[in-house]
């Protein structure tokens, strides 16, 4: 499977952990793992696939930190790690090629601490602008682009 582009596992109702085996599929593109029951943590390994334009963790049972090397992922467009139990204090994503507004979910991170999204292409801070009082931030994020009546 050495020339595998997409694999879409999404739904299946898997249990256990991401087998460390995935980092051998060294061109893949698309990686959907959403909606199953994963758990542990993210296996660094998958950092290692530098062709990932898209990655889908979400609604599983994954914990732990997220990987801090997931930032060396230059190619991620699409990047899901929604409904999981992940933990930590540091987000750092920059030099990477992500576009749009920034999520509003990260405003709902009550504990994070650092958050870096430098080096990227966001043109809006959306509604994360005006909840920070409350999530007490230490840095937040550099090089926004701003839009015409938009902070």
Known sequence: MRGLKVLSLGGNSFTGSVPASFRNLSVLETLNLRANKLNGIVPVELMGLSNLT????????????????????????VLNLSGNAFSGKVIAVQENLLSGDIPEG????????????????????????FNLETVKMELLFRSIKEEKGTP
């Open 54 to 77: 898209m990655l889908d963790l979400s609604g599983n049972n994954f914990s732990g930190e997220i990987p801090a090397s997931i930032g060396t992922l230059s190619r991620l467009m």
């Open 106 to 129: 990260f405003s709902s991170l009550m504990s994070l601490r650092y958050l870096n999204l430098s080096s990227n292409a966001f043109s809006r801070a959306g509604k994360l602008l």
